[in-house]
């Protein structure tokens, strides 16, 4: 940072490194042995285990667009960090430490006490310190960059699925786009707009009480790198679902040029909150308006940030023992076939392919 940044206190008499030392350098906070030097010089210094490879990755969350502006502090610190450490998670690398760039409007103590609390929660729980940073003033974007290690040739890959191999996903999924569709719908009566055609079936007759579960899923995702780091040498490629499941597992098949096969069924049982629809123990029908529904948000939604992965059909025990190991469900929902492209499988078999190619909108 130049002085230039600095300007004077950011805001509330707080100054750029009172702010770092009051709120992230964590004095007498003890670091592992792989951090040789943390928050405070020019640099932080890192010593990767012996023979492991670094796995870097940094993403940027921008108010407004990733998260709404006025969300809970401490749950921001914590998807901030979530979403990266989901990438190293996807890699089957493990945590080492990260940086956090962070530009603010001003300096608010009690927001900034908030966001590193659920920052450092996550952060402690992986081991995975903060270890540098920058600090300025303007709209508030958070940028981290987290560094973990993998042993060379170990890193799981987008590029490895083969025909024949099973496709899996852990945990649920789609729950976290349905919370944001509930609050987006709930921000629109709010400004007495109708809403649009296209939302709301299952979002405007949700139970507080799977509102809630599905805005835990939204706001505080799980970065399922204990399955990662198990998946090593098992799965054949990997990726995290930020975007849904098409985009991310589309990501694989481009990759490994292959293409897959899912099944709507089981795709549909993925979404946690189908447990309050009702019908939700029917046999998958696209013409039912809840189910097409349902589908489209495990397919479409994003924001979970589980694991879609690829394995062998060899590995199908591996795949269930290395889930047992670290208490992560996980689901066979397809598999991996030579022909190129995407088909969504109904129960009887035909492919749904012009049903959910309209879904598209919905990205
Ligand atoms: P420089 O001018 O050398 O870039 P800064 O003055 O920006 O360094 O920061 C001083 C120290 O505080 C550095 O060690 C930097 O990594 C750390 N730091 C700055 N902002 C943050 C932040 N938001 N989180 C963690 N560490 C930070
Ligand atoms: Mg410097």
Redesign the pocket.
Known sequence: ?SRDDVAGPIGHGLGE?EL?ARF?ERAGHALPSRVILG????C?LLQPTPCMQWAVSSDMLVSGRHFFADVDPCTLGHKALAVNLSDLAACGARPVGF????SLPDADAAWLQSFSQGLFALADAHDCP?V????TRGPLTICITVFGEVPPHLALLRCGARAGDDIWVSGTLGDAALALQCLQGQQIRQSQQSLPDDSALLAANLPPAALLAARQRLESPIPRLALGQALRGIASAAADVSDGLLGDLGHILQRSAVGATLDAQTAMNLLATRAYMTGAEATFDIQNPTHAQALQLVLCGGDDYELVFTAPALHRAQVLQAAADCATPVTRVGRIEAAPGLRVLSPDGTPLQGAWAGFDHFR
């Open positions: 940072m490194f770092i992230f928050i405070g010089d020019d932080a940086t956090l760039a962070l903060l540098g940073g920058d600090t």
